[in-house]
């Protein structure tokens, strides 16, 4: 599924929320990293926030789900980037926020893979 294939995403969200089974949601997770990297990639190749607004809303749908998993479902995450993303990108409803996440992606101060807090 390519980052910018937002129906792809969505409905691939949507089944992972309805999913029950712990073990494989668990597994979908690893996807959802894949998917978040992917993004981070596309943001930092943006020529400027508005054109990254695209995927920081695709982000924020990402976050949402986690959110879910985590508060709603209790779903206990493994993947520790997982946690660092709900985590740092817990506000992207926020210009603020989006316009510091995004100088640090274009600077690349900011990965999942080699993880400094914000």
Not at 50 to 56: C, G, S
Not at 99 to 113: E, F, G, H, M, T
Request: with cysteine; net charge negative.
């Amino acid at each position: 599924m390519h980052v910018t294939d937002i129906k792809k995403i969505n409905l691939f969200l949507e089944t992972l929320v309805d999913m029950s089974d712990v073990s494989v949601i668990n597994q979908q997770l690893a996807q959802m990293l894949v998917i978040i990297n992917g993004i981070l990639i596309e943001i930092e190749k943006s020529k400027n926030i508005e054109d990254a607004n695209y995927y920081f809303d695709i982000l924020q749908k990402i976050h949402d789900t986690l959110d879910i998993l985590i508060f709603h479902k209790n779903i206990p995450i493994s993947i520790v980037e997982l946690q660092r993303f709900a985590s740092d990108c817990e506000r992207l409803d926020d210009n603020w926020q989006r316009n510091y996440l995004y100088q640090k992606i274009k600077s690349r101060q900011y990965s999942l893979a080699n993880y400094k807090r914000l």
